[in-house]
């Protein structure tokens, strides 16, 4: 299903809506367990990863220690990120889905058994860390190539907003109730509930049909990562996508320098940098939530060059100020425009990608989403050492814009991209 059905008008006299469309969770059963399920899980796993920096910290005494743990993450999720992609584009994405979602709940119960045995050693939560990111690059690009089979095509930006909704609160949520955990039951606690939570997972990706992947020509060969990035490579509009998200993450993204402004420019602490890095959470819940009027846009393209360009110039004001609260609004208008762009981006890739070479896109998107911020990261912290904060964050946002006016420029079609329509 490649998606060419035009999207039903709004019946006349009914208002805006303003509110995320529930419509995917009304009219699909599998969709809204499938939704259900991550949300939980998601909620679940976002546990996990505090407990095992706290606990990691708790043995070592180290801060090093624990920004390895993001290390031993990351590395997994590119190297098999590509590779899972492929893998999706093969197998029966329904078993892929439910056979990783398996792994990663028995990865929190090796966790919960070695806390409560006693058994505290920094290499064994180093290596389940990694084996959970192994496990997430082969589930991520299976469970998202399964939307697009799950609904029509209009409803696509609903049900990538509803997603949004997902991560943003699992985000919230999961690291402050783990926190509270921990504090109250220990760290076997936080990784049992993290496994029960799997539970709902695993229901809807039971429940889910058989998910194999439409091949054209009828053929069950080997997906080629290759072949995914080549397909890339012939789809500007697709390719755009990638590009603009690089843009955001790696020219304007200041989370690393949140430390360093709390105190510098705020006269803040630790409480400061919190309410930093939460500010474009919020604002991203926020964008999921009053997300109803994504489904009247049609120039997708547009809407992401916007969204994009609107997440830089928040940012550069960001840069400018020296008022704490300006500046957490301006910081949450920036997430508000990342969950635009996010919603958008997701639903042109799925609407735009044959079938067979959705898990391979989707392998791609995972590696852009975890390497992008990351080199955003070393990008802001060499700028900001060689010059200063507020040249690394107001010109890192400026530089957002600047670049996606020059892509803008050079692929004038993906401005006129129309999901009525849709061409990678």
Partial sequence: ?????????????????????LTPLRTSPDYRRLWIGNTVSWTGQTMTALAISLQVYDITGSSFSVGLVGLFSLVPLVVFGLYGGAVADTVDRRRLGLYSSLGMAALSVALAGAALLGYHRVWLLYAVVALQAVCGALAGPARSAMIPRLLPPEQLPAANALNSVTMTSGTMAGPMLGGLVVGLFGFQAAYLIDAVTFCAALYAMWRLPAMLPD???????????????????????????????????????????????????????AKTTGLLVAAPAVG???????????GRIRRHGLAILLAVAAWGLAIAVFGLT???????????????ADTVSMVFRSTMMQAATPDEMRGR??????????????????????VADAASPAVAVTGGGLACVLVVAVLAVCWPGFARYDARSPQP
């Fill in 1 to 21: 299903m490649t998606g060419t059905s035009t999207p039903a008008p709004a019946p006349a006299g009914r208002p805006p809506r303003v509110f995320a469309d």
């Fill in 215 to 269: 091949r054209e020509g009828g053929g069950r060969g080997r997906a080629s990562v290759l072949d995914g990035l080549r397909f890339l490579g012939t789809r500007p509009n697709i390719r755009m996508t990638f590009f603009s998200d690089l843009a955001a993450m790696v020219l304007a993204q200041p989370k690393a320098l949140f430390p360093a402004v709390a105190v510098v420019w705020f006269g803040g602490d």
């Fill in 284 to 294: 991203a819940l926020l964008g999921g939530l009053f997300s109803g009027w994504q």
């Fill in 322 to 336: 020296r008022n704490l609260w300006l500046g957490i609004l301006f910081l949450a208008l920036a997430g508000w």
């Fill in 361 to 382: 896109l989707q392998g791609v998107f995972i590696v852009v989403v975890a390497g992008g911020p990351r080199l955003g990261d070393f990008l802001a912290g060499t």
